[in-house]
T-cell receptor
């Protein structure tokens, strides 16, 4: 158990809908990262927050957004969902940026 | 652009048959190379970080090594519970994200 928690574990929704994925980092970690893992793309970095501020952006679509709250938990919002958004979404955390990242158990999203 | 290539894609071993997984990378200004283990449907589990060429780290049956162009994950006398996908990732200085390889899927048969 890495200490990173993610909810929900599974999410089934329809195309065009909007969902919110939640992540709580390990105690004391200030940095949160979001990744998407699909069968054909592997593990892709989406976005990073550090102590409430956005620090780095990767291959994140405009339909996706994230934020980190004062209690350091983070949410990833996915809107106008498409079939291709079906994937595992992981959150990771680290004490500072550029330190070892510890991953949560993931949220499996299925868009029908 | 940073590139991380892992080989082989899949590896089947008999229990006790030692082998190595390879991670070749192209990155300017490597800050660290990371190895993770991932079980199906689970999050990646951190194994090692290597920072400079010549560095080695060990944990149980696993040993990771680093050169200027590649890293190896050596598995000595593997057991069925070592079956998993092993991912390597690189991180540059002044860049907060990690670029992952596609992974090596290891199966160890009893």
């Amino acid at each position: 158990d890495s200490g990173v928690t993610q909810t929900p574990k599974h999410l089934i929704t329809a195309t065009g809908q909007r969902v919110t994925l939640r992540c709580s980092p390990r105690s004391g970690d200030l940095s949160v990262y979001w990744y998407q893992q699909s069968l054909d793309q592997g593990l892709q970095f989406l976005i990073q927050y550090y102590n409430g501020e956005e620090r780095a952006k990767g291959n994140i679509l405009e339909r996706f957004s994230a934020q980190q709250f004062p209690d350091l938990h983070s949410e990833l919002n996915l809107s106008s969902l498409e079939l291709g958004d079906s994937a595992l979404y992981f959150c990771a955390s680290s004490k500072q940026y550029q330190e070892t990242q510890y991953f949560g158990p993931g949220t499996r999203l299925l868009v029908l | 652009e940073d590139q991380v290539t892992q080989s082989p894609e899949a590896l089947r071993l008999q229990e006790g048959e030692s082998s190595s997984l390879n991670c070749s990378y192209t990155v300017s200004g490597l800050r660290g190379l990371f190895w993770y283990r991932q079980d199906p449907g689970k999050g990646p589990e951190f194994l090692f970080t290597l920072y400079s060429a010549g560095e080695e780290k060990e944990k149980e049956r696993l040993k990771a090594t680093l050169t200027k162009k590649e890293s190896f994950l050596h598995i000595t006398a593997p057991k069925p519970e070592d079956s998993a996908t092993y991912l390597c990732a690189v991180q540059r200085y002044n860049n907060n994200d990690m670029r992952f390889g596609a992974g090596t899927r290891l199966t160890v048969k009893p």
